[in-house]
């Protein structure tokens, strides 16, 4: 029923590490409370509407616990779902169950919950916009993976996955390179042929530079909108253009309107709130 794009295997040290951290000194209450033979079945349950996503690795974070443990999803990834769908289902021994649920729904709250903003802001672009929705590297350490699927789940792109991805030249780089141009040129002159060159502007007279260094994509910082409009008049189609910096929803359509190709929004993986899950026993 589900679709997940991220090799298992890649996943079990984080998953490892995450599991270590909430049971390192084993769980004293699950030991007292539970009897070592008692049985249970459980739901996965979305407290609210959300984007369902990251279901496989609270499978995998079971499994981890107890191999005999059997999990099922209830839905689909980048599924839309409403306040009372059950998920998934997860049933064997009670105590099993007990120690991975907290773990579990750590990774999957928080993958909902980006996917669930991201679903938001790509709904934002007016219809016949071609702009695209993307993500930065303003993940949490750690769960960079797991962040960025979560954003193509809800419907967004990508931007560079990490330093030796793709050239981004910023704006430290370009007071240390000694300028917009020096700065492109160098990395031009140092770059992959299968790579393009993409630098950040803060105002209309570095983008004119940029232009005319030829690079490909051009990153408009920090601009209001009336400035991104006169920045895609200016570059006539002769470059990438991608907002960034003060990005909020309730920007996304002027923004598109102006004419960028794609909206960079940090909040997606910095600051978007964990997405309200449950996991109940079944009386």
Same mark, same amino acid.
């Not at 996917?115 to 303003?138: M, Y």
């Given at each position: ?30 030991? +007292? ?11 996965? &349950? ?29 839905? +689909? ?9 059950? $998920? ?12 991975? !649920? ?10 909902? *919950?980006?996917?669930? /903003?991201?679903?938001? =802001? ?7 916009? $071609? ?13 960079? $993976? ?10 967004? =792109?990508?931007?560079?996955? %990490? $330093?030796?991805?793709? &050239?981004?030249?910023?704006?430290? =780089? &370009?007071?240390? +390179? *000694?300028?917009?141009?020096? /700065?492109?040129? +160098? ?10 060159? !993409? ?21 408009? %910082? ?14 006539? *189609?002769?470059?990438?253009? !991608? ?12 923004? /598109? ?18 997405? %309200?899950?449950?996991? %109940?026993?079944?009386?």
């Amino acid at each position: 029923m589900t679709s997940f794009d991220i090799p298992l295997p890649l996943l079990e040290e984080t998953l490892t590490r995450a599991l270590a951290e909430d049971l390192g000194a084993g769980d004293v209450t699950t030991e +007292a409370c539970v009897p070592e033979d008692k049985t249970a079945t459980a739901n996965g &349950v979305a407290r609210k509407a959300m984007v369902a996503c990251g279901i496989p690795v609270a499978g995998r974070v079971f499994a981890l616990v107890d191999p005999s443990l059997r999990f099922e999803a209830r839905v +689909a990834e980048g599924a839309s779902v409403t306040a009372g769908t059950v $998920l998934w289902t997860v049933a064997g021994c009670a105590r099993s169950i007990l120690m991975g !649920e907290r773990v579990a729904l750590n990774f999957t709250q928080r993958m909902c *919950g980006i996917s669930t /903003a991201t679903q938001r =802001h790509v709904a934002a672009v007016p219809e016949g916009c $071609l702009t695209r929705i993307t993500d930065t590297r303003k993940t949490t350490p750690g769960l960079r $993976l797991l962040e960025r699927y979560a954003v193509r789940r809800g419907g967004g =792109h990508n931007h560079r996955n %990490d $330093l030796g991805s793709a &050239v981004l030249i910023k704006d430290n =780089h &370009v007071v240390a +390179a *000694g300028g917009v141009t020096a /700065a492109i040129e +160098a990395a031009r002159a140092r770059a992959p042929h299968t790579s393009r060159i !993409e630098c950040e502007v803060d105002s209309l007279e570095q983008l004119e530079e940029a232009l005319a260094a030829r690079a490909d994509i051009v990153l408009l %910082d920090n601009m209001d909108t009336a400035t991104v409009e006169e920045a895609v008049r200016r570059t006539r *189609g002769r470059a990438f253009l !991608e907002a960034s910096g003060g990005i909020t929803l309730e920007r996304i359509a002027e923004l /598109a309107r102006a004419g960028v190709n794609a909206i960079s929004v940090g909040a997606l993986t910095h600051s978007t709130p964990a997405a %309200d899950i449950g996991l %109940d026993f079944i009386a």
